[in-house]
């Protein structure tokens, strides 16, 4: 996610913000850029890091007591100096910079073409100042709080102009900093650490307009709003993971707001209608003989969500393969749609199987986190999962957008097929705008999980199991498991444990299964029974409405009821919390773990 900082300063803002700037490096960006006012409005943008951007920003001929700046990372249009902010109205007046998803800018800008505004970016954050220079007649907060009425989606805006600096939010943190001769804005905390202590934090449908020597918070209907003063305690290290021990943690805590922003524009209830990202060809739709998604690791585990869903709403042949075996196995027919799946974009293992497909005359999508990545550059069909830059090593808010845009292509797909009823795609799209607060509530029950780590974490190895849809979330369990807590850990087919693993359990083998609701749930259960009768303890993760389960298992943690399709996006932050707590017991170095990358790029 991008970085936003602004103030308003008794002398020269342009050094404070590039500093404040790069202090937002950690985040990960691709393009930075700054405005500054004094009389007239200058602006300074370009791609690439800080260090080089420093000179191309060029200083000299910004000056201005009040201004903005911005660190992007590409969500809508490549990384460019034209797609970099602040962008800027008609006249040059107005600078603005905007963290999250305009989901209504198509329609926006194309009302403002049509009175005459022209646009010079591809981005969606580029209607807010054409906007705001619509209804500016004065005053700069009126105009916004104009501007954020039409404006459907998640956003923190800040914009300097003539009247100064105001900044509004809506999903998207920003907090206020407070000093004698400065006062800041910041939509993290690190921007401002070394100006200021004092902060107030704007909660969502909230303003603020800051001046040198005072800032006024009120919420969307002007109406004013006291919000204490708060000092912050962290040390900046601790601020760059937002108060969390673990960037892992806090990248866990960001999953509502990434899955939010996943979904953000891509979902109409009202029709029963998905649009995944990519336009799907009715006529390709007619030819098409089968799915096949690929990946790695944790990505190779959202390809197996994706193809039993794809499956199961499309009736078509799915298949998920792992990517490193993809390249060198048979492959079949000719009308297939082959989806790419990695995170990075980088992995090299998905690039040679992409271009394997391709080469096959498969049609082929990617599905990744980085835009200009080297798997976009390999197809015209790329769904962006709008995660925002994950920096610990391990996966976590990466799949759970994975998990959800294969979910969106499965239900655009299924609709396109004719197969997927229009009142089932309603139903489905329902359950998937209530992830982010359903994930939310998972997060606020972490105490649970956490005691419950620590009554295991002396196991020799865990197993993790579940059927149809909750096997790909148990793989991912045990992968999670692994990884950030070297104990041996192990994914399974719930109705395969049977077939061998069986004998190894003990009291000092837990088994973690995914018991939420669903069709299979009675077979799981006697998976697990299986496992109790043995001795061996079984940690279940069940549906919140559900009675039955803490009869039979040792151990119950809950996700909110779901449509048992879906409730893989809940059990997963389970898992995840669970191996990042015995992690966390035993010590481990979770953002670093021993031997591994953030991306892959040896075969
Ligand atoms: C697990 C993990 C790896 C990656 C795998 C593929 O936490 O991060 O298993 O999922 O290396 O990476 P991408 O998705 O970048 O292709």
Same mark, same amino acid.
Request: aromatic share 6%; with cysteine; proline share 4%.
């Given at each position: 996610?991008?970085?936003?900082?602004?103030?308003?300063?008794?002398?020269?803002?342009?050094?404070?913000?590039?500093?404040?700037?790069?202090?937002?490096?950690?985040?990960?960006? %691709?393009?930075?850029?700054?405005?500054?006012?004094?009389?007239?409005?200058?602006?300074?943008?370009?791609?690439?890091?800080?260090?080089?951007?420093?000179?191309?920003?060029?200083?000299?001929?910004?000056?201005?007591?009040?201004?903005?700046?911005?660190?992007?990372?590409?969500?809508?249009?490549?990384?460019?100096?034209?797609?970099?902010?602040?962008?800027?109205?008609?006249?040059? %007046?107005?600078?603005?910079v905007?963290?999250g998803?305009?989901?209504?800018?198509?329609?926006?800008?194309?009302?403002?073409?049509?009175?005459?505004?022209?646009?010079?970016?591809?981005?969606?954050?580029?209607?807010?100042?054409?906007?705001?220079?619509?209804?500016?007649?004065?005053?700069?907060?009126?105009?916004?709080?104009?501007?954020?009425?039409?404006?459907?989606?998640?956003?923190?805006?800040?914009?300097?102009?003539?009247?100064?600096?105001?900044?509004?939010?809506?999903?998207?943190?920003?907090?206020?900093?407070?000093?004698d001769?400065?006062?800041?804005?910041?939509?993290?905390?690190?921007?401002?650490?070394?100006?200021?202590?004092?902060?107030?934090?704007?909660?969502?449908?909230?303003?603020?307009?800051?001046?040198?020597?005072?800032?006024?918070?009120?919420?969307?209907d002007?109406?004013?709003?006291?919000?204490?003063?708060?000092?912050?305690?962290w040390?900046?290290?601790?601020?760059?993971?937002?108060?969390?021990?673990?960037?892992?943690?806090?990248?866990?805590?960001?999953?509502?707001?990434?899955?939010?922003?996943?979904?953000?524009?891509?979902?109409?209830?009202l029709?029963?209608?998905?649009?995944?990202?990519?336009?799907?060809?009715?006529?390709?739709?007619?030819?098409?003989?089968?799915?096949?998604?690929?990946?790695?690791?944790?990505?190779?585990?959202?390809?197996?969500?994706?193809?039993?869903?794809?499956?199961?709403?499309?009736?078509l042949?799915?298949?998920?393969?792992?990517?490193?075996?993809?390249?060198?196995?048979?492959?079949?027919?000719?009308?297939?749609?082959?989806?790419?799946?990695?995170?990075?974009?980088?992995?090299?293992?998905?690039?040679?199987?992409?271009?394997?497909?391709?080469?096959?005359?498969?049609?082929?999508?990617?599905?990744?986190?980085?835009?200009?990545?080297?798997?976009?550059?390999?197809?015209?069909?790329?769904?962006?999962?709008?995660?925002?830059?994950?920096?610990g090593?391990?996966?976590?808010?990466?799949?759970?957008?994975?998990?959800?845009?294969?979910?969106?292509?499965?239900?655009?797909?299924?609709?396109?097929?004719?197969?997927?009823?229009?009142?089932?795609?309603?139903?489905?799209?329902?359950?998937?705008?209530?992830?982010?607060?359903?994930?939310?509530?998972?997060?606020d029950e972490?105490?649970?999980?956490?005691?419950?780590?620590?009554?295991?974490?002396?196991?020799?190895?865990?197993?993790?199991?579940?059927?149809?849809?909750?096997?790909?979330?148990?793989?991912?369990?045990?992968?999670?498991?692994?990884?950030?807590?070297?104990?041996?850990?192990?994914?399974?087919?719930?109705g395969?444990?049977?077939?061998?693993?069986?004998?190894?359990?003990?009291?000092?083998?837990?088994?973690?299964?995914?018991?939420?609701?669903?069709?299979?749930?009675?077979?799981?259960?006697?998976?697990?029974?299986?496992?109790?009768?043995?001795?061996?303890?079984?940690?279940?993760?069940?549906?919140?409405?559900?009675?039955?389960?803490?009869?039979?298992?040792?151990?119950?943690?809950?996700?909110?009821?779901? %449509?048992?399709r879906?409730?893989?996006?809940?059990?997963?932050?389970?898992?995840?919390?669970?191996?990042?707590?015995?992690?966390?017991?035993?010590?481990?170095?979770?953002?670093?773990?021993?031997?591994?990358?953030?991306?892959?790029?040896?075969?």
């Amino acid at each position: 996610m991008c970085g936003i900082v602004g103030a308003v300063s008794g002398s020269e803002v342009a050094p404070v913000l590039v500093d404040a700037l790069k202090r937002l490096e950690y985040r990960g960006y %691709d393009s930075a850029g700054l405005a500054t006012y004094a009389g007239s409005l200058s602006v300074s943008k370009g791609v690439g890091r800080m260090e080089t951007l420093d000179e191309a920003l060029g200083l000299s001929g910004m000056e201005g007591r009040a201004g903005v700046g911005h660190t992007r990372w590409a969500t809508h249009g490549k990384p460019s100096e034209g797609n970099a902010h602040p962008h800027t109205d008609c006249d040059g %007046d107005l600078a603005v910079v905007h963290n999250g998803i305009v989901e209504n800018y198509a329609e926006l800008r194309e009302g403002l073409e049509e009175r005459g505004h022209v646009f010079s970016s591809y981005t969606d954050t580029e209607v807010v100042p054409h906007l705001l220079e619509e209804r500016l007649d004065g005053s700069l907060e009126h105009a916004l709080r104009e501007t954020v009425s039409e404006l459907e989606g998640s956003f923190a805006i800040c914009a300097v102009g003539e009247d100064g600096l105001v900044a509004a939010r809506n999903g998207s943190p920003l907090v206020i900093g407070l000093s004698d001769d400065a006062n800041f804005v910041a939509s993290d905390v690190p921007a401002i650490l070394p100006y200021t202590r004092r902060v107030k934090y704007l909660l969502d449908g909230e303003m603020a307009v800051i001046k040198r020597d005072s800032v006024e918070v009120r919420d969307f209907d002007g109406e004013p709003v006291e919000r204490e003063e708060e000092v912050v305690e962290w040390d900046a290290e601790e601020a760059e993971r937002g108060g969390y021990e673990h960037y892992m943690l806090k990248e866990i805590h960001e999953q509502p707001r990434a899955l939010a922003e996943c979904m953000g524009g891509r979902l109409d209830e009202l029709m029963g209608e998905v649009d995944p990202g990519v336009a799907l060809d009715r006529d390709g739709m007619e030819v098409l003989e089968g799915v096949e998604f690929v990946g790695c690791g944790t990505s190779y585990h959202a390809a197996l969500y994706g193809a039993r869903l794809t499956g199961e709403f499309t009736g078509l042949p799915v298949n998920a393969r792992h990517a490193s075996e993809y390249r060198y196995g048979p492959v079949s027919g000719k009308n297939i749609l082959t989806v790419g799946i990695t995170q990075s974009g980088e992995t090299a293992d998905t690039l040679r199987a992409i271009e394997r497909a391709g080469d096959e005359g498969h049609a082929v999508l990617v599905l990744t986190n980085v835009v200009g990545s080297t798997a976009t550059r390999m197809t015209d069909d790329v769904v962006y999962l709008r995660s925002g830059p994950e920096i610990g090593v391990a996966a976590s808010k990466t799949f759970t957008n994975q998990l959800a845009c294969v979910a969106m292509l499965a239900i655009a797909l299924g609709r396109e097929s004719g197969d997927l009823p229009r009142s089932e795609a309603k139903h489905l799209i329902a359950e998937l705008r209530d992830m982010p607060s359903k994930v939310q509530r998972v997060l606020d029950e972490v105490e649970d999980v956490e005691s419950v780590a620590e009554s295991y974490v002396d196991s020799e190895a865990f197993f993790f199991i579940g059927r149809g849809v909750d096997y790909p979330v148990a793989m991912e369990g045990a992968l999670k498991m692994k990884e950030i807590s070297y104990v041996h850990s192990e994914g399974y087919p719930a109705g395969e444990l049977k077939h061998g693993p069986l004998a190894l359990i003990t009291r000092r083998t837990p088994v973690v299964a995914v018991l939420t609701s669903s069709p299979l749930y009675e077979k799981t259960l006697s998976s697990a029974k299986e496992v109790e009768a043995r001795d061996g303890p079984v940690i279940a993760v069940a549906s919140e409405s559900d009675e039955d389960t803490g009869r039979f298992c040792e151990e119950v943690l809950r996700v909110p009821d779901a %449509d048992h399709r879906l409730s893989p996006l809940l059990s997963t932050v389970v898992m995840q919390l669970f191996a990042y707590h015995v992690a966390r017991e035993l010590g481990r170095p979770i953002d670093r773990p021993r031997n591994l990358a953030k991306s892959v790029t040896v075969e």
